[in-house]
């Protein structure tokens, strides 16, 4: 039998205490770093511990700092006005652009081209940036299956009232260095009315969920389920590393 490891003892000792409390408190309980508490938690949730890993804020006060941080055009999913330069989703440039950390000497970008911006990413396409440690990654949208409220029905998952599921499934290659983050940690669905919605405590096994790190050069894939209103329509999917970091967008109508 595997011997647990000693700091997921530590945090599981420390939520089974406390019942309910926020990550950076669970953490300093137990000793650790918020940022590794949060993600050994979630793997651990994904492994079938019976705990979930969640986080609240004031809905409208948190639209209101999207708005005053981010430029109109990329909350917005109409596509810039004519004489603006190409939307950050668009999909990139045929000659690569080299690994490096947007905004830095390393980051290469091609100049403007004479033809048509090319359209937005969709299901399939693969775009470039960087993990939330700063390592170049690529990740593909291979599939958006919505609704998928049979899925959960069939793994005995409970859905909220007035509630739907939708599991996105994509693939996630390792740069140079690969990183150690839960690749789709990252990832949210993108409403009709701009609204960013993160995945769900859910794991299904017959949509296996992305494991923890991906290798240099390594190609992984896992399957991210979330739970929407069921009159909500879902317009994109989005990848962001962080809030410094221009997001990866693919339209899904």
Same mark, same amino acid.
């Given at each position: *039998? %595997? ?20 990550? #950076? ?6 000793? +650790?770093? %918020?940022?590794?508490? #949060? ?19 004031? =809905? #409208? ?5 999207? =708005? ?5 055009? @990329? ?19 045929? %000659? ?39 390592? #170049? ?6 599939? +958006? ?11 005995? !998952?409970?859905?909220?009232?007035? *509630? @739907?599921?939708? +599991? ?38 017959? =949509?296996?969920?992305?494991? /923890? ?5 390594? %190609?992984?894939?896992? !399957? ?10 879902? +317009? ?14 693919? /339209?899904?109508?």
């Amino acid at each position: *039998m %595997t011997t647990p490891d000693p700091t997921d003892l530590r945090l599981a000792s420390a939520l089974a205490d406390s019942g309910r409390a926020p990550v #950076a408190q669970i953490a300093a309980r137990a000793g +650790v770093n %918020t940022e590794e508490a #949060a993600v050994r938690l979630l793997r651990m949730a994904q492994l079938g511990l019976p705990l979930v890993v969640g986080v609240e804020g004031d =809905r #409208a006060a948190l639209h209101g700092w999207v =708005r005053a941080q981010q430029p109109p055009a @990329r909350q917005l999913w109409t596509g810039p006005p004519a004489a603006a330069p190409p939307p950050v989703w668009t999909t990139p440039p045929s %000659t690569p652009l080299g690994w490096g950390v947007p905004q830095s000497a390393a980051w290469a970008r091609q100049p403007p081209q004479s033809n048509p911006a090319p359209l937005a990413a969709t299901v399939g396409d693969t775009l470039s940036s960087t993990s939330p440690t700063g390592e #170049a990654v690529s990740i593909t949208l291979v599939e +958006v299956v919505d609704t998928a409220d049979a899925l959960i029905a069939a793994a005995g !998952h409970p859905l909220s009232a007035g *509630m @739907r599921a939708t +599991v996105v499934h994509t693939e996630v290659t390792g740069g140079p260095t690969g990183f150690e983050a839960v690749p789709d940690t990252c990832l949210t669905v993108v409403l009709a009315d701009g609204a960013e919605v993160g995945k769900a405590g859910i794991v299904l096994s017959s =949509r296996p969920p992305f494991r /923890r790190g991906v290798a240099a050069g390594e %190609t992984v894939g896992g !399957h991210t389920v979330f739970e929407v209103d069921a009159q909500a329509g879902i +317009v994109g999917i989005r990848w962001r590393a962080t809030l410094d970091t221009p997001p990866l967008d693919w /339209r899904t109508a």
